[in-house]
């Protein structure tokens, strides 16, 4: 699928080719000839370039990845294609990185440029010469602003149009973390005119390069911070590892500022939860230049916007979630992915690709430093730092007079619970905001309760759909499926024995909310999860409410437990920490003891100490007790151990095929021919790679559909890769159409 080096992007034009080897956005693992037509680009055919082809009854959009003079398909079978889009090719260094995508992640290659491409390029709209539109106040002495009494963020928009007196443009609005939804309502009530103009050149950014003087920072901040400095002109892997707190943004923040003085891009990753105003606002504070972000909240143009002002070097910095790491660099600087062992950089369907990893390699095909930085890092990046692969900075410190609080662990064991809560820590709870402090409930379930039990003969409601039992929700009262979304009524009474004594089991945020509000009636109860976020901004404003500092309880699921600088938070309770204790997956330890620090590392952050109070059923296990004895690094050195005896990532790597179909039997036979024609294959070659299953997946019936997977582990990741592409040749070819597979590379989960 590589293009071979006669045609690598940026040689000079070759003779014209005679055919074009194009990739298409179909799941097929290949490309497709076409013949060249109409006038050839200025520079000549290259890879690249999008065009538009017949491609069976449809016209596609494709990329030409190859230019050749011969075909193996005879020449009466060659199309020529429709038309041509771009003048010239797309970056060459997007390019690299999609084709490494593809290859590394079995996937197509069509598929995979689709999916890194903004929606407008996709669609084969021009690359330049677009319009931007422009947004002025009608009135600019304004008297809207009473009008705007009840919308804060419109009311603040109006006051900073009124600062420019040829208005503003989009990305200029947005690069201040205004949105559509501010816009569209002062245009609602016709307090702003929308005008459109093409886009003319750059809009650069000089003069000085901070807002604000950066910080003067500690010892350790400022080892880490020379350390990066020497590594800024190649590839420097860095693990910054620092304790919740530790000033790990400010070191990301200088870093940043070194970079921009050498007129260098920065592309900052962070996790889905972590794009709030708070991380934004806290880069656009320091930096004059604009900062440009890109999350899912923006609409097709926008990311275009973005993206082209990445492209071309206009966006000296730009942060994003996970599909940030297909933004192309003019000038690429650094490549920083903050809480590097956040589950979200992996995607999870379709193109399952890891952004940390993909970040990894495009830094080193780049030649730019990259930065990794958390508090608890993965046992991948830790393996990397112990084997001398990655720089490791340590930050052991807070700026700020207290160290994390130790976990102090409170045995639930016979004792009576109120909303999941025993009576020291409802104790510890009213000690705490006796004292003005604000408290933290932790509970990793949304809803009430979730599942819902007959007291008398032991029914409980289950999802029609899957192996699953249904959450309880009381707001709105209703059943719902987590796992499908499938909703049901509150039955009055058992289906099974008629009793109307049906009991919800276990609390979740809701059922902890609601107790909390009765126990301290003139406390304010926050509640923050999925459900109570739903709506674009509840979340900001919920984080605003609560910093303002008053003495509050704050309910809430990870969600709360990330990234989020909460000053005021003096006591956290994790109602339940054992979920990953005894769960089947390899990585559940790893992954709950990530997010038992995280929660701890909110409390105590300003100038008041801390306390974490860990609720558990199992005082006396031996991970649970060496995490809150001696820390994430303990345990995560002993895992590492663990792993490398049970031979699992990072001492090996494994792919893992699954396979489903609405009967049991096909997703199953389906799994036992490939297990079958692996090992046969695999044993005739004499690899080292093992292969194991089939075995029913974790939850074996979702959504009505019956899930099988198969897996394949080696010491060595070429010896993966091969079998992986093997094993993808196979199943293309031998699939039923009753059977849909699909093949993770570095799985999360098995
Ligand atoms: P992390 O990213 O490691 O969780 P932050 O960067 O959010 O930590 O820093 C925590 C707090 O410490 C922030 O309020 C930040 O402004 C402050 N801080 C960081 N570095 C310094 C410093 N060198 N001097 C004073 N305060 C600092
Ligand atoms: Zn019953
Ligand atoms: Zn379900």
Redesign the pocket.
């Known amino acids: 699928q590589l293009a071979d080096s006669s045609t690598a992007p940026g040689n000079a034009a070759p003779p014209a080719p005679r055919i074009l080897r194009i990739a298409v956005p179909t799941p097929l693992r290949r490309l497709f000839d076409y013949r060249p037509a109409g006038q050839p680009p200025v520079g000549g055919w290259r890879p690249g370039l999008r065009v538009k082809i017949p491609f069976g009854r449809r016209y596609l959009v494709g990329i030409v990845m190859e230019c050749a003079m011969q075909s193996e398909l005879p020449a009466s079978q060659l199309k020529p294609i429709t038309e041509r889009l771009d003048d010239e090719p797309l970056p060459a260094d997007w390019l690299w990185l999609c084709q490494f995508t593809a290859r590394y992640y079995q996937h197509s290659l069509g598929d995979t440029l689709h999916h890194a491409l903004p929606g407008p390029l996709r669609q084969g709209r021009p690359l330049e010469a677009r319009i931007r539109e422009r947004w002025q106040l009608n009135h600019p002495e304004t008297a809207a602003l009473d009008v705007l009494s009840r919308a804060p963020r419109q009311r603040e928009l109006v006051q900073l149009l009124a600062q420019h007196r040829h208005g503003m443009i989009t990305s200029a609005i947005t690069a201040q973390g205004y949105g559509r939804a501010q816009l569209q309502g002062l245009l609602d009530k016709s307090l702003v005119t929308r005008v459109s103009e093409p886009l003319t050149a750059s809009e650069g950014w000089s003069g000085a390069l901070l807002a604000e003087p950066a910080?003067?920072?500690?010892r350790e901040?400022a080892t880490a911070l020379s350390a990066l400095h020497e590594g800024l002109d190649r590839f420097h892997p860095c693990l910054l590892h620092?304790?919740?707190?530790?000033?790990?943004?400010?070191?990301?923040l200088q870093l940043i500022e070194a970079v921009l003085g050498q007129g260098r891009q920065a592309l900052v990753l962070v996790p889905e939860i972590g794009l709030t105003p708070q991380t934004l606002s806290?880069f656009r504070k320091r930096f004059r230049a604009p900062v440009v972000a890109l999350h899912s909240g923006l609409t097709d143009l926008e990311r275009l916007d973005a993206w082209e002002a990445a492209r071309s070097g206009r966006a000296p910095i730009i942060i994003g979630t996970r599909s940030a790491i297909f933004t192309p660099l003019a000038r690429p600087g650094v490549i920083i992915v903050?809480e590097e062992h956040d589950g979200s950089f992996k995607q999870q369907d379709g193109l399952r690709y890891h952004a940390r990893d993909l970040a990894m390699a495009r830094a080193h095909r780049e030649g730019v430093p990259i930065l990794l930085?958390s508090?608890t890092p993965s046992l991948e990046s830790l393996a990397q730092a112990r084997g001398g692969r990655y720089r490791h900075l340590r930050?052991t410190q807070?700026?700020?007079r207290h160290a994390p609080a130790k976990l102090e662990l409170v045995d639930l064991r016979g004792r009576p619970r109120q909303g999941g809560l025993i009576p020291p820590v409802i104790d510890a709870i009213r000690q705490a905001l006796k004292a003005e402090g604000q408290v933290l409930v932790f509970i990793n379930r949304r809803g009430f309760s979730p599942s819902l039990a007959c007291h008398q003969c032991g029914w409980i409601a289950e999802c029609r759909h899957c192996d699953s039992r249904m959450t309880l929700h009381r707001q709105p009262p209703r059943l719902v499926c987590h796992h499908c979304e499938h909703q049901t009524p509150q039955p009055d009474a058992c289906p099974s024995c008629g009793s109307a004594d049906l009991r919800p089991l276990g609390a979740g945020t809701e059922r902890s909310e609601e107790t909390l509000a009765t126990l301290f009636p003139d406390t304010p109860v926050y509640r923050i999860d999925r459900d109570s976020t739903r709506r674009k901004e509840a979340f900001d404003q919920l984080l605003t409410e609560i910093r303002r500092g008053e003495p509050s309880l704050l309910v809430g699921t990870q969600m709360l437990a990330k990234?989020h600088?909460l000053?005021h938070v003096t006591l956290v309770v994790v109602v339940n920490a054992d979920a990953g204790l005894y769960a089947s997956d390899f990585r559940a330890l790893e992954q709950s003891a990530q997010l038992l620090v995280q929660v701890a590392?909110r409390s105590g952050?300003?100038d008041r100490a801390g306390r974490v109070l860990v609720q558990t059923l199992h005082p006396d296990d031996p991970n649970l007790r060496l995490l809150a004895d001696s820390g994430y690094d303990a345990l995560a050195y002993q895992m590492l151990e663990e792993r490398r005896l049970a031979g699992l990532p990072p001492y090996r790597y494994l792919a893992l095929a699954r396979f489903e179909a609405t009967r049991e039997e096909d997703a199953r036979q389906a799994a036992e021919a490939a297990g079958d024609a692996a090992r046969q294959w695999l044993g005739e070659r004499q690899s080292a790679v093992h292969c194991l299953g089939p075995v029913p997946a974790p939850m074996e019936r979702r959504q009505n559909r019956y899930h099988v997977q198969l897996m394949l582990s080696a010491e060595k990741r070429s010896a993966l890769h091969e079998a992986s592409a093997w094993l993808v040749g196979w199943m293309e070819s031998a699939a039923s159409r009753r059977v849909r597979w699909s093949l993770d590379i570095d799985p999360m989960t098995l």
């Open positions: 910080l003067p920072l500690n901040q620092g304790v919740t707190g530790s000033g790990k943004t400010e070191v990301y806290r903050d930085g508090a930050l807070r700026p700020s990234g600088h000053p590392g952050r300003a």
